[in-house]
């Protein structure tokens, strides 16, 4: 079993940033995909970004491409997602996610996930 504890969420205004973490305990994520989905209410989930445990080229969606940034650090088994420019349709709940599918990851089907941490920008 894989336990993910995310965090780091908030409220800022417009054109601001946060950080996101997920921390990772448990069995070893081996070859595992890494990332994050999140859910605005009303809407279908969206896949951000991911990446693998092992390292490789990073996933982004349409939404995060220039702004977003995945990153991991191996030794403290933690994920980042690094947020700039804001926007208030980056407003959802963000999930991190591990599984060895990476469309599992990004649709939010993936095997394991974390509580959710919410983000909040506001105008």
């Known amino acids: 079993q894989v ?4 965090s780091g969420g908030g409220s800022v205004q417009t054109g601001g ?6 921390t990772a305990s448990g069995r070893s994520l081996g ?10 209410p009303g809407k279908e ?6 990446i693998t445990w092992t390292g490789g080229v990073p996933f982004y ?21 690094e947020m700039n420019s804001l926007k208030p349709e980056d407003t ?8 060895s599918s990476l469309n599992a990851v990004l649709t939010g ?6 509580q959710g941490t919410q983000v909040t920008v506001s105008s």
């Not at 940033?17 to 997920?22: E, K, Y």
């Open 45 to 50: 989930r969206e896949g951000v970004a991911a």
């Open 92 to 99: 959802a709940v963000y999930y991190c996610a591990a599984d």
């Open 3 to 6: 336990q993910l504890v995310d």
């Open 31 to 40: 070859a595992y995909v890494m990332g994050w989905f999140r859910q605005a």
């Open 61 to 81: 969606g349409d939404s995060a491409k220039g702004r977003f940034t995945i990153s991991y650090d191996n030794a403290k088994s933690t994920m980042y997602l």
């Open 109 to 114: 089907t993936a095997k394991y996930r974390g």
């Open 17 to 22: 940033s946060l950080r996101l973490s997920c």
